[in-house]
């Protein structure tokens, strides 16, 4: 299956009152892996690309939750794909193996990752060539 295939945008269950509002993301129900890891990152300027890799090993949900920003997927294959991040309680699903950049923030952005794995550096791909090669030689794997 084409990772692309494989991203896609999530609705979270809202428990909301007159006190304001909750949203709930649990590991293994609402999201599919269990989360050993969470960052945030708020501050990036609007002309700031940020990701910029794919990741061997990482599964990852991204949510907005406050301002707004843009993922592009790419799966190495010449396909792309821009999602809009601009809900507190959606988030968006990035398997692993796919290319992504984030930007266009807004100033108020907060931008909340929950990852599949602890970080590890090595498993980072950060040159989008080799990202391509590495997708170019599975594919021939796989007939
Ligand atoms: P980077 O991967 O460039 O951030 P982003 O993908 O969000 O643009 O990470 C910036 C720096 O922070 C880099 O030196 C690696 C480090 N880092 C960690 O140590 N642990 C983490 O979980 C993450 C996401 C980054």
Redesign the pocket.
């Known amino acids: 299956m084409n990772a692309m295939d494989l991203v896609h945008m999530l609705d979270f269950p809202q428990k909301g009152d007159d006190r304001g509002h909750l949203v709930i993301v649990e590991g293994m129900d609402d999201i599919p892996f269990e989360i050993k ?1 969470i ?1 945030y ?1 708020y501050g990036s300027d609007n002309n700031v690309v ?4 794919a990741n061997r090993k990482s599964e990852f949900i991204l949510i907005n939750v406050a301002g707004t920003s843009k993922v592009r997927v790419k799966d190495g294959k010449g396909n792309e794909v821009v999602y809009s991040l601009n809900r507190p309680h959606t988030g968006i699903y990035l398997p692993r193996m796919i290319w992504k950049d ?1 930007y266009d923030f807004s100033e108020d952005s907060v931008l909340l ?1 929950l ?1 599949s794995t602890h ?1 590890d ?1 090595s498993e ?1 791909i950060r040159n989008y060539d080799e990202f391509v090669k590495i997708i170019n030689s599975e594919n021939q794997i796989e007939g």
């Open positions: 890891r960052f990152i940020r990701g910029q890799h984030m990752c990852a970080y550096a980072y």
